[in-house]
């Protein structure tokens, strides 16, 4: 079983990066912190080929990404798209992603739904329409939305995503009322298995439409006591999952990139590319 720890982004993470490193620089250097990272600007805009392959470029051979899914195709958008706009939209973006297909570093693609997405009917055909056009490749599902989760149920969405081959994102957040998820320990796919931690600033999560949410949304630094608490709940995991891959959220304060350092201690893994990839990555 094999793990794999990694912040979202690599820009923002200055306790990695020398002062006045060029941006341009920071995604060659980020290798030989971790061997995963997730792309969140995907999630704002549908990017060109380009971006990804740039990206494809710079990092090791067995560097891998998780992709987050373009927010028009999970409901994001500020623009209103219908069900069949939102699936129209899944084309244009898997085009966007293929240097990452060909390359072989697609860890898997996330599709983070939004608060408002509750567990009803046309919501459960949507998620089986988008999984249906992805073709195989690996799909990650987050809720937001505590209905999915509820006793009456919990069964069953944990059965449809085991049942349709979708990855569970479990998540630690800030237990913030019907907007959030609990803990769920339940791999649904028997590859892969994503973490992420969201931090647990509940003040910040229920404030997000005040001017300063992004600075404040996660604005946490988890002490080593509660980071603990997650190496039995991995090891756990660990029994049904080939591979869990770990990503670090919690970035408003600038406390991912040692928190998932910190974890990586805790859990006994080293990491750093082979001098050969690092003479040729710079």
Request: aromatic share 8%; net charge negative; with cysteine.
């Given at each position: 079983m094999e793990i794999k720890i990694g912040v979202t982004g690599w820009g923002d993470h200055d306790s990695l990066y020398p002062d006045r490193i060029h941006s341009s620089k920071k995604m060659r250097q980020y290798c030989t912190h971790f061997p995963i990272v997730e792309i969140d600007s995907s999630y704002y805009s549908i990017m060109p080929q380009s971006n990804y392959q740039k990206w494809v470029n710079q990092t090791t051979a067995d560097f891998s990404f998780i992709v987050k899914a373009y927010g028009g195709i999970t409901g994001h958008s500020r623009q209103t798209y219908s069900k069949e706009e939102q699936i129209l939209l899944l084309t244009p973006f898997l085009e966007s992603i293929q240097p990452l297909i060909e390359a072989n570093k697609l860890k898997g693609i996330l599709f983070q739904f939004p608060p408002w997405f509750n567990c009803k009917k046309e919501n459960v055909e949507l998620l089986r329409t988008l999984k249906s056009k992805l073709k195989g490749l690996p799909a990650i599902l987050e809720f937001r939305n505590q209905t999915w989760f509820y006793p009456k149920f919990?069964?069953?969405?944990?059965?449809?995503?085991?049942?349709?081959?979708?990855?569970?994102?479990?998540?630690?957040?800030?237990?913030?009322?019907?907007?959030?998820?609990?803990?769920?320990?339940?791999?649904?796919?028997?590859?892969?298995?994503?973490?992420r931690f969201h931090g647990r600033n509940i003040y910040g999560w229920n404030h997000n439409g005040q001017d300063n949410w992004r600075e404040v949304r996660y604005l946490y630094r988890y002490n080593e006591e509660e980071l603990y608490e997650w190496v039995e709940r991995i090891e756990q995991l660990s029994k049904n999952t080939k591979e869990i891959c770990i990503l670090f959220n919690n970035n408003s304060g600038g406390d991912a990139a040692d928190n998932a350092k910190q974890l990586m201690k805790l859990l006994g893994i080293e990491f750093g590319p082979s001098s050969t990839e690092q003479l040729e990555l710079f």
């Open positions: 919990y069964e069953q969405t944990l059965k449809f995503m085991e049942d349709e081959g979708w990855i569970h994102s479990i998540c630690d957040e800030p237990q913030a009322g019907n907007g959030s998820i609990p803990i769920v320990l339940h791999p649904t796919n028997p590859n892969l298995t994503l973490i």
